[in-house]
């Protein structure tokens, strides 16, 4: 695959899960407008059967997308690194998305929900620190910036100041997927190595 071809597949996965996750809580927002409200967490639509739809198929079809994003840097070792961010974050958003339905059980689980869920945004925090070092310009600081805002309203909320957690998350998801969009399918550039076929011996013209 050319490296434009890699590029464009890349950023067509990408901008599939981003869409569609964000899309969905949306949908989900506009159908329960009191989790507005009251700026509880986007977790709450996953325990009410009007927006448990649109909440699942939000996340599964971005789960789905990331990984399909992540495959595509397998057979190139420079960029497996990212490969795995990926799988990482697609794993997280697996396992915060699961617990979700486990929080109304018990207290227990609600903070465990709630614990992931910080993880899953420190991590998200620290992949756009990465890439926006890698490919640092005025868009991609403005980005990171929208993403940085939201994570700080979340943290606030975290220490009790003030109860701003619907959109603390909802400025920090949007910031980290225009980061995730437009920054690291630019990571691939000309440099892309192929895959190394090592079943093919050297020939004369090769040397």
Same mark, same amino acid.
């Given at each position: 695959?050319?490296? %434009? ?55 599964? $079809? ?11 840097? %397998?057979?190139? /070792? /420079?960029?497996?690194?990212h490969m795995y961010a990926l799988y990482g ?6 396992? $915060? ?35 926006t070092v890698q490919r640092f310009n005025l ?29 603390? /998350? ?15 399918p630019s990571i691939i550039d000309e440099h ?14 090769? /040397?």
């Amino acid at each position: 695959m050319s490296t %434009a071809n890699l590029r464009q597949n890349m950023r067509r996965n990408l901008l599939i899960s981003q869409l569609c996750l964000v899309g969905c809580l949306i949908l989900a927002s506009l159908l329960m407008p009191s989790v507005v409200k009251t700026n509880g967490g986007v977790s709450n639509f996953g325990n009410h059967l009007l927006t448990v739809i649109p909440y699942s198929l939000g996340f599964i $079809v971005s789960i789905v997308y990331l990984v399909r994003a992540g495959r595509l840097l %397998a057979a190139n /070792q /420079q960029y497996k690194k990212h490969m795995y961010a990926l799988y990482g974050f697609s794993g997280l958003e697996a396992i $915060v998305y699961l617990s979700t339905f486990l929080r109304r059980f018990a207290w227990v689980f609600s903070q465990i929900h709630d614990g992931l869920g910080i993880i899953l945004f420190a991590y998200a925090f620290i992949l756009s620190i990465w890439w926006t070092v890698q490919r640092f310009n005025l868009v991609a600081l403005a980005f990171f910036a929208i993403q940085t805002i939201g994570d700080t309203i979340g943290l606030i909320t975290i220490a009790g100041a003030f109860h701003l957690l619907y959109y603390a /998350q909802a400025i920090g998801m949007i910031g980290f997927s225009l980061v995730l969009v437009y920054l690291l399918p630019s990571i691939i550039d000309e440099h892309v190595s192929p895959a190394v076929d090592l079943t093919r011996l050297p020939t004369r013209q090769d /040397q």
